[in-house]
């Protein structure tokens, strides 16, 4: 599903991660019109989702600001918002909609059943389930038409799972029902006949003795919440299940009245411990979280575990629980027991055997009877717990051992536990619930600011205003902090503030209020409780310029092995300095990040220098890597100075570029810093993105890394390496489409290898005179370019480097099929692409294969050219590369028209040009090619001929002459090119 809206709302991308949907109301736009596919969404219906009935004034411009974000965020995507004139209308696959996709499914399970086919019912009910991942719209803002929308699909998931388990238990096989339908009653225990056909699917599934437990709870939560009796469908249930058959009972003895027993004598009342500490805030926003702990400590919870709300420094855990301890305090009639366990505590954790002494005396235990040792206090308070209706708080555990005594018995007593640590230990032993806290909705965070500063205050200056929360990255004693500051000096203004916090240096400074309150104090407890190696790392990513990081960029700052590397990211993780994204990745936040900059400035220079050494050493050689799937041949930029980490786990074209899209921003980040600080280093970053680059379709990025990576090599006085960048600035002009640039970057690259010796200079020499010659045939000297490339390969050759020759006989081959030799343009693709191993399929294999495609003579058959098309096409679809997909669709297009097969190229005209508008939004540029497409259907539509190409220069765009057909009159060197 692209569009996930049964669980929180998500937005999955091409690349299959989530897009980054900042802030609840922003996925409320999102998710309105995607219920609504199709249709009109007017202003005032987005009002009511993100605003209920208080609308600011500033709702329209804000909705529009939603709108403009989401669309650079659609682009990606086969969705597009469309401006209407009353509102908005997403258009897009309703299949990638998981509501709508649910919809559908049930319809057709329906229909199914209608008929009698209860199998394919089952199946298709099965499939629609499993799209849920929790309650719908979980992450919108609160209000009235979210919780009615919430609330219709909420029923049609019941009717669905009614309809489901209803056909199960026809078929026999209700025991496969009975874990979902326990699931949702424990949500619903209301629901009449979801309790009902709980309990038949228990019968049959052999347990008539919790068919009945099911049935008595319900009677007495009906009788204690709605003071009704049972209806007619649980009644009847209940009848079905004691009508099963089994052994009479014998009949009891008769025996005579005992005596009556003397009264057993009043026990003294017992004591109802108040130990709840004071409510210092007033709790702003925390519905969801206050819901859930509303559930997680009820009566009729599904396990007897504590509730564990655990987070990052500075969501305001103990706040949340405190209040909502204040407001669940009459459902524990026998009391409130509070300790703070001082878990961050520089001094040490508070002993749990002093703690349960003070329970113990709560509860009423003379000093003189109290146990001496832990175990026999544990004893004791769990037998003085069992049976009572208590709340246990224990605020800022250290870990679960220190709980292990801790926690009371019985099902009538509920536990919070608030922690810096994750407690993932107490989930697999004691059932507990967990809550991970993470910051406020933007909404909630504006709510917090206007609550403890003052409307006009911030509706004053709201950009501001939105601006400080993101600085305060929505934390409540961050926001709380920053509102104290305002409050003492009521002359600031927001965006003063602002001014001040944008300043990355200060900003933990200008969020702290004296040497004990502030964001860096709380960070500073939480690291002081690290494992050495977790905290030198934390440290060290400060010289990480990404937002996330990954096992082997961590092995390379701690230069340490990848097993190490991981155990400090689950330790960081664990503590919540880094968040878990995916395995082996995690993300930090930029508070977390200026804090590791603190850290890391007072370590000495040289920790620091050998740091980012060897980062940047781990990235080129993890470039190199996966740069290696896209083009075996590509410049050999030297070892890095200091023996590559672990590379990542990329196995060929589409792993490769899955993990440069998400590393690029960093890789950009370093290479830019480097280019000050370590030109060398520079420069072989720089140079090992080309072929990425290319094949993510990141051209305009591509061109201005070549850029500094030029002036780092300049600077280096190295002729190799500028040799290789203006190589590389050449190939990325020419994907640009500026040939001429592109022509003089080339003489510089060959010139400046011809300035140097070695080996490395002859392979930067080839490099760029093949770069050379294709863009000589692209400008229309033909001669020019055969020479050219004759040379490069006869360079290569000379050589007896298998990768240059591999390199210059795919541009010669090139060249041949602009030049109108398609004999020479298959024979020399073919033996580049035979000196390559077969494994793994790389972009240099595709391109060989691309340029045999466009040279097939016109005695091949038909099914035999069609066949070499469609595997091509699958090839590139399987890689992932947008561009080369792109250009052979469209090639295959004029090798149809070539064919007479006109009627047939349409669907792939319109495919490339799909390919080619997305390639341009990544590309930076719009490219010609796409123009002359967009003309070429455009005429089609009009009624041209289907025969034969369009006229003049509105044909095919395309690497040679036998890309355009007999019937376009394009210059044939003008099409795509190949350069990575």
């Given amino acids: ?17 989530p897009a980054t949907l900042a802030g609840a109301q922003r996925r409320a736009v999102l998710a309105l019109p995607a219920l609504r596919l199709g249709e009109v969404v007017s202003m005032d219906q987005f009002c009511e989702l993100l605003w209920g009935e208080r609308a600011p004034a500033s ?21 597009e918002l469309h401006t209407r004139t009353c509102g908005y209308q997403l258009s897009g696959p309703a299949e990638e909609v998981d509501a709508l996709r649910f919809a559908r499914l049930t319809r057709r399970a329906s229909e199914c059943a209608d008929r009698g086919a209860d199998g394919e019912a089952i199946a298709l009910l099965e499939e629609a389930l499993r799209l849920w991942r929790g309650e719908a719209l979980a992450d919108l803002p609160d209000t009235p038409l979210r919780a009615a929308t919430v609330d219709h699909l909420k029923q049609s998931s019941t009717a669905a799972l009614l309809s489901w388990a209803g056909l199960r238990l026809g078929q026999g096989t209700g025991a496969a029902a009975v874990e979902l339908l326990e699931r949702s009653v424990r949500r619903d225990g209301l629901r009449e006949e979801l309790v009902a056909l709980l309990m038949r699917c228990l019968h049959q599934a052999g347990r008539p003795a919790d068919a009945l437990t099911a049935f008595h709870r319900t009677r007495l939560r009906l009788d204690r919440e709605l003071g009704i009796r049972p209806g007619p469908a649980l009644r009847a249930a209940f009848a079905e299940v004691l009508a099963d058959d089994r052994p009479a009972a014998p009949p009891a003895a008769v025996t005579a009245p005992a005596p009556a027993a003397a009264p057993p004598p009043a026990e003294p009342p017992r004591p109802v411990p108040q130990q709840l500490p004071g409510q210092r805030v007033e709790l702003i926003g925390r519905t969801a979280e206050t819901r859930w702990l509303d559930r997680a400590c009820a009566p009729d919870r599904a396990t007897d575990g504590p509730a564990l709300v655990v987070g990052p420094a500075g969501t305001g855990k103990s706040a949340l629980v405190t209040a909502w301890a204040h407001r669940a305090a009459d459902r524990f009639p026998d009391g409130r027991l509070y300790a703070d366990l001082r878990g961050l505590d520089p001094a040490g954790p508070a002993e749990p055997g002093a703690v349960l002494g003070r329970f113990l005396a709560a509860l009423g235990v003379p000093a003189d009877a109290l146990p001496a040792d832990r175990s026999g206090r544990a004893a004791l308070y769990r037998e003085r717990t069992r049976g009572r209706r208590l709340l246990v708080v224990l605020d800022d555990a250290a870990d679960a051992d220190q709980l292990a005594d801790l926690l009371p018995e019985g099902p009538g007593c509920a536990a919070v536990v608030t922690a810096r640590g994750s407690l993932e230990k107490l989930v ?14 933007e909404d909630d965070a504006l709510g917090l600011l206007e609550h403890l500063l003052t409307p006009g205050r911030l509706g004053a200056d709201p950009v501001a205003a939105a601006e400080l929360v993101r600085l305060c990255e929505h934390l409540p004693l961050a926001l709380r902090i920053a509102a104290a500051r305002l409050a003492a000096h009521p002359d600031w203004t927001v965006a003063e503030l602002v001014a001040e916090l944008a300043d990355e240096h200060g900003r933990l400074a200008a969020l702290e209020l004296d040497d004990r309150t502030g964001l860096r104090q709380q960070l500073l407890l939480t690291y002081r409780q690290l494992p050495p190696e977790a905290a030198e790392l934390l440290a060290l990513l400060a010289v990480h310029p990404g937002p996330e990081v990954d096992g082997p960029a961590a092995a390379a700052l701690l230069g340490s092995d990848l097993a190490a590397a991981h155990r400090a990211l689950g330790d960081l993780a664990s503590r919540h300095l880094l968040t878990g994204t995916s395995p082996g990745r995690y993300h930090r936040t930029e508070l977390v990040r200026l804090f590791g ?21 781990h990235y080129q050689a993890a470039l190199t890597h996966c740069g290696g799937y896209l083009d075996p041949g590509q410049e050999d930029a030297g ?39 370590d030109p060398d280093r520079a420069w072989r970053l720089a140079l090992t993105t080309g072929s990425l680059y290319y094949g993510a379709s990141r051209f305009t990025d591509w061109l201005a890394r070549a850029d500094v990576g030029l002036a780092a090599a300049e600077r280096c006085a190295d002729p190799v390496a500028a040799a290789f960048l203006h190589n590389c600035r050449a190939q990325a002009l020419v994907a640009l489409e500026r040939r001429h640039e592109s022509a003089e970057a080339a003489r510089r690259g060959v010139a400046a290898a011809e300035s140097a010796e070695g080996p490395a200079a002859v392979s930067a020499r080839v490099r760029a005179l093949a770069t050379l010659a294709m863009v000589t045939a692209m400008l229309g000297d033909s001669v020019g370019a055969q020479r050219l490339a004759a040379e490069a390969t006869a360079l290569a050759v000379g050589s007896g480097d298998r990768k240059r020759l591999v390199d210059a006989l795919v541009h010669q081959g090139w060249v041949c099929l602009a030049t109108g030799d398609p004999e020479g343009a298959q024979r020399l693709s073919r033996e580049a692409r035979e000196l390559l191993p077969a494994r793994p399929v790389t972009q240099v294999h595709l391109w060989s294969l691309l340029t045999e495609a466009q040279a097939l003579p016109p005695t091949v058959r038909d099914a035999a050219a069609d066949l070499a098309w469609h595997r091509l096409l699958a090839a590139c ?104």
């Fill in 428 to 441: 697999a032993t004691d059932d507990a619930a967990l809550l991970r806290l993470t910051a406020l909705p």
């Fill in 597 to 617: 900059c603190h850290l890391l400035a007072d370590q000495p220079e040289p920790f620091r220098v050998r740091a980012r050494a060897r980062l940047l050493d």
């Fill in 59 to 79: 709702a329209r411009a804000a909705v529009q600001g939603h709108v403009a974000a989401l669309r650079k965020v659609l682009a990606d995507t086969p969705f």
């Fill in 1 to 17: 599903m692209r569009i996930r809206l049964l669980g929180p709302v998500e937005l999955q991308l091409a690349a299959g991660g």
């Fill in 877 to 980: 679809e399987e890689a992932g590369l947008l561009y080369l997909h792109a250009v052979t669709e469209q090639s295959y297009a004029a090798h149809l028209v070539a064919r007479g097969r006109a009627p047939q190229m349409r669907q792939r005209l319109a495919s490339a040009l799909d390919r080619f508008r997305r390639h341009d939004r990544l590309a930076g540029y719009r490219s010609e090619f796409t123009a002359s497409l967009e003309a070429s259907l455009s005429l089609r539509a009009e009624g041209a001929p289907e025969h034969g190409g369009p006229p003049g220069a509105g044909g095919f765009p395309g690497p040679g002459r036998a890309d355009v057909g007999p019937a376009v009159e394009d210059d044939p060197a003008d099409g795509p090119s190949f350069s990575w």
């Fill in 639 to 677: 070892a890095p100075a200091r023996a590559p980490q672990p590379v990542p786990p990329a196995v060929d074209i589409h792993t490769a570029l899955d993990w440069f899209r998400t590393e690029e921003p960093a890789v950009r980040t370093l290479i830019d810093q480097a280019a000050v600080t």
